[in-house]
């Protein structure tokens, strides 16, 4: 009993939960790693990148492959299911990828304007 009434004044502070005084830094390598390093973001957006592709690539040949095995049914909804699946992760993939050129070009703007 003596051990939970002091975990919970350890955790608690105001009645909310404060993870930092619990575990203080186990959170803060992750931000700082990631957040100083271009080469780990870009490497993460493309990698992001690649497995919307390879999902949007699937569910177009799930579709097709439907398509040619029951062209007769029309719209089911398992036809629907992988349209949705086609066009969102389709739409995820060009977004990274847009974000990415966008953040590469706004990076060297800036580059230029700082050596001016």
């Given at each position: 009993?003596?051990?939970?009434?002091?975990?919970?004044?350890?955790?608690?502070?105001?009645?909310?939960?404060?993870?930092?005084?619990?575990?203080?830094?186990?959170?803060?390598?992750?931000?700082?790693?990631?957040?100083?390093?271009?080469?780990?973001?870009?490497?993460?957006?493309?990698?992001?990148?690649?497995?919307y592709?390879?999902?949007?690539?699937?569910?177009?040949?799930?579709?097709?492959?439907?398509?040619?095995?029951?062209?007769?049914?029309?719209w089911?909804?398992?036809?629907?299911?992988?349209?949705?699946?086609?066009?969102?992760?389709?739409?995820?993939?060009?977004?990274?990828?847009?974000?990415?050129?966008?953040?590469?070009?706004?990076?060297?703007?800036?580059?230029?304007?700082?050596?001016?």
């Open positions: 009993m003596a051990s939970l009434v002091r975990i919970e004044r350890f955790v608690f502070k105001n009645g909310m939960w404060n993870y930092r005084e619990v575990v203080p830094y186990s959170f803060d390598w992750w931000t700082n790693e990631n957040d100083n390093s271009k080469q780990r973001q870009e490497g993460f957006f493309y990698t992001l990148c690649a497995l592709a390879l999902v949007a690539f699937v569910a177009l040949v799930q579709l097709t492959r439907i398509q040619m095995r029951v062209p007769g049914y029309g089911t909804t398992q036809k629907a299911f992988h349209l949705m699946n086609f066009v969102v992760n389709g739409c995820k993939r060009l977004n990274l990828i847009l974000y990415t050129a966008l953040r590469l070009s706004l990076e060297a703007v800036q580059m230029q304007i700082c050596t001016a």
